[in-house]
Each structure stands twice: as structure tokens, then as C-alpha cells.
């Protein structure tokens, strides 16, 4: 299976860095390429920023500036570039997310793993319909109901993608035990997903997969630390992008990337260490 577009916004910043690494390796200052290009130096600033799309001819214009003949390298640019015209595949429902929920789901479209902690509720990418949609009702009560539906059935589509047996996408999710115990929805509706989750990750188990791993840091395991907060470090396919991770906060989150997920990183390998291993959380799971 094709992997799905991510539009253009993770293309942008891949083909930027990219052009912003020849032109210093060749030593040449933003001004030159700015007169290659006939245009400004700010120009040549947004397109190594990843700030807008990119002209196929202004891409191998700069190759040629930075001395690149190969043609499969310069076949690869020329990829980069159009794709900084593409569109996501979530994108016939953008006007349901905001921006950062559209750089998510680009990044999670190109990540090849997510780490993440959840509270206070199970992650997204795993819940079940009638789940999903008792959260959005509180989360978006403004929203029609139509929309809601709209909304959580591009959430299974993430599902699904993380879902394949290919093992396309990998998964280790640090879920917090108040998450598990917090009820959403009914009852029913609540006891449906910790059992639909429970079963999904014993039929993984069973296959010998292991690209799906949850773990409940239960509340014996003490403060979490510095993790008050939801957040997922995103680890890209391609080693040109950088590691990015998304902390979430109540009015809109907060990105980091590179170096300075380094901390994220080292609080998420504590909350491992912290937590149960997989098959105490499936036994949670099923009798919380």
C-alpha cells in the first residue's frame, strides 16, 4: 500500500534544509544565491525556511549554483519540490483541525515512530468510535454532530494506517492509569474500549508483533515528574527530517525539534522505566 501524502508542509522544510545544507557546504553566502535567482535574500531565507512552495526551475537553478550534476540527486529535489504543491490526505476535512493539528497529522504521516505519554485520556490514534466521539463531545461541544463524525472517522483512518500488518508505523504509547480509569461516555461505552483495546493488543501479541506497544504507568509509579502533560516525539522515515515533538496544552501546544526534544526524550525513558510492562497492562486493561 501507497504511503499516504502528507502535503506539503513536511516537504517544504525537507527540501529548505536540504537546499540550506548545499549552499553552506559550497561556502557561498544567502546573497549569492539571492543573485542566481534574480529575487530577494529573503526569498532565498523562506524557501530554505520551508515558508512556501517551491518552483521546479528555482530548485535546479541552485543546483547548478551549488555544483549538484547528479542526476539522481537532482531527480529526488525535483520530487521535493513538487511535492511543496501537494495536498494531505486529511485535507478534505481540514476546516474540522486547526493548525497544529495539521502539523501533527503531517508528521505523524511521515514518522516511521511515535513515542508518546497520554493522559488525561487513551490515545487518539486507539480509540474506538463511540469513545471518540464522547471525547469530541466534550472537547468540541460547538461542534455539529455531523462534523464530529467527520472528524472521528479521520482519526480511524490514522488508526487504520498504524493498524497494517507492514508495520508501516510503530507505535509506544505511555498511557497514565488516570486515563484508563477516567470514564468517557457511558459506562458501557467506557468498559467497550478498555476491552477493544485489551483484545487488540493480545491479538498483536499473538502475530508477534511488537510495532504496537502500550504500557500504563500506574499510580504506585509516584509523580510523574515533569510530564504533566500529553505529549508524542515524532521519529521521521526520513533521516534528512529531524526528530519534532508536540507537547500538548489546553489552549494550543508547543513544538520542539532536533536537540531540543533531547529532555522529552529522556522524560519519556523514565516514564517507561516507571511502567507496567505490556502484559500487566493488557491484565489492567481488562480489570481495572
Not at 529573503?42 to 520551508?50: Q, V
Not at 470514564?183 to 477493544?196: D, M, N, T
Request: glycine share 6%; proline share 7%.
Amino acid at each position: 500500500m501507497p504511503q499516504r501524502p502528507s502535503g506539503p508542509l513536511i516537504a517544504r522544510k525537507r527540501l529548505g534544509t536540504a537546499l540550506r545544507k548545499l549552499r553552506e557546504d559550497a561556502n557561498l553566502r544567502i546573497e549569492a544565491a539571492a543573485r542566481e535567482l534574480e529575487c530577494s535574500t529573503a526569498k532565498i531565507s523562506r524557501l530554505e525556511n520551508g515558508l512556501g512552495p517551491a518552483k521546479a526551475w528555482e530548485v535546479r537553478a541552485l543546483l547548478a549554483l551549488y555544483g549538484v550534476t547528479d542526476d539522481t540527486t537532482r531527480a529526488q529535489f525535483d520530487g521535493w519540490a513538487a511535492a511543496t504543491k501537494s495536498t494531505g490526505w486529511w485535507e478534505p476535512d481540514a476546516d474540522l483541525t486547526d493548525d497544529d493539528e495539521d502539523r501533527y497529522i503531517a508528521t505523524e504521516t511521515e514518522s516511521a515512530t511515535l513515542r508518546m505519554f497520554c493522559t488525561p485520556v487513551l490515545p487518539a490514534i486507539l480509540q474506538t468510535p463511540d469513545y471518540a466521539l464522547a471525547q469530541d463531545d466534550a472537547w468540541a461541544p460547538e461542534r455539529s454532530r455531523a462534523d464530529a463524525h467527520r472528524f472521528i472517522s479521520m482519526n480511524m483512518r490514522r488508526q487504520e494506517e498504524l493498524l497494517r500488518p507492514d508495520g508501516a508505523l510503530r507505535l509506544d504509547a505511555i498511557v497514565d492509569e488516570a486515563a484508563v480509569r477516567r470514564q468517557i461516555g457511558s459506562p458501557e461505552i467506557h468498559a467497550a474500549q478498555l476491552r477493544w483495546l485489551a483484545d487488540l493488543l493480545d491479538s498483536l501479541a499473538a502475530q508477534g508483533r511488537n510495532d504496537v506497544i502500550v504500557r500504563v504507568l500506574p499510580f504506585s509509579a509516584g509523580s510523574p515528574g515533569r510530564a504533566m502533560s500529553a505529549f508524542t516525539i515524532f521519529t521521521p522515515r526520513e533521516p534528512l527530517d529531524p526528530v519534532s515533538a508536540y507537547v500538548e496544552e489546553t489552549w494550543g501546544g508547543a513544538w520542539y525539534e532536533g536537540a531540543d526534544t533531547d529532555p522529552l526524550v529522556a522524560t519519556f525513558n523514565e516514564l517507561a522505566r516507571k511502567s507496567l510492562d505490556p502484559r500487566a497492562t493488557r491484565a489492567l486493561l481488562r480489570d481495572p
